[in-house]
């Protein structure tokens, strides 16, 4: 079956650092992507890996290893605007653009 | 300036009625997708479209209709026939290519009353 699992909830202090796991099991991977999402608006696009390792954009980075469908989003120096849902998606078949999502993490950012 | 709308932003319906959401976009993306979103779920597909004149049913299509005579427009139907029709819906679209990131729509929210 297909399955992406992510933490209902996070909190984590103004400034800080932290990090949004995703583990996956899809019955094939072409990329992962990482979006933000604040309440009752869409999902805006942060990150997609599709190789192992790092990708670092600005504040946030994401992680891949395929090999034990395991990524995360790490956010550096949060901020209060930083409070939002993240969303872990996969795209399990390379001849459709069909992302499989996660529930989401929503994440709190306390002064 | 470019981008991807959906009309309207709240929808209220009652019970039994037929409902037709909009969704365009002046990206020229090729492929279109319809989501539904639900109180702590994910996102979930209910149909995609890669070209104009087809498309294909995703994980939840039971209940829903949708048409792509033209390539910047997807509009969903949702029918009498679905179960549990309240919902925020989202609309995306893609370029193709290596990444083939899907951009999404502001959303509509559908309530049945």
């Known amino acids: 079956g297909q399955n992406i699992d992510q933490p209902t909830e996070m909190t984590a202090t103004e400034g800080a650092i932290v990090q949004i796991n995703c583990t996956y099991q899809?019955?094939?991977?072409?990329?992962l992507f990482w979006y933000q999402q604040h309440a009752g608006e869409a999902p805006t696009f942060l990150s997609y890996?599709?190789?192992?390792g790092l990708e670092e954009k600005g504040r946030f980075s994401s992680f891949l290893s395929r090999s034990k469908g395991y990524s995360y989003l790490l956010l550096k120096e949060l901020q209060m605007k930083d409070s939002a849902s993240y969303l872990c998606?996969?795209?399990?078949?390379?001849?459709?653009?069909?992302?499989?999502f996660g529930q989401g993490t929503t994440l709190q950012v306390k002064p | 300036d470019g981008g991807i709308t959906q009309s309207p932003k709240y929808l209220f319906r009652k019970e039994g009625q037929n409902v037709t959401l909009s969704c365009e976009q002046n990206?020229?993306?090729?492929?279109m997708y319809w989501y539904r979103q639900d109180p702590g779920q994910g996102l979930r597909l209910i149909y995609y479209?890669?070209?104009?004149?087809?498309?294909q049913k995703g994980d939840i299509a039971e209940g829903y209709s949708v048409s792509r005579e033209k390539k910047e427009s997807f509009p969903l139907t949702v029918t009498s026939a679905q179960k549990n029709p309240t919902a925020f819906y989202l609309c995306?679209?893609?370029?193709?290519?290596?990444?083939?990131?899907?951009?999404f729509g502001p959303g509509t929210r559908l309530t049945v009353l």
């Open positions: 995306a679209s893609s370029a193709g290519g290596e990444t083939d990131t899907q951009y």
């Open positions: 899809t019955s094939g991977f072409n990329g």
């Open positions: 890996n599709v190789l192992d």
């Open positions: 998606a996969v795209r399990d078949h390379e001849n459709t653009g069909k992302l499989i």
């Open positions: 990206l020229n993306h090729d492929a």
């Open positions: 479209s890669q070209i104009v004149n087809d498309f």
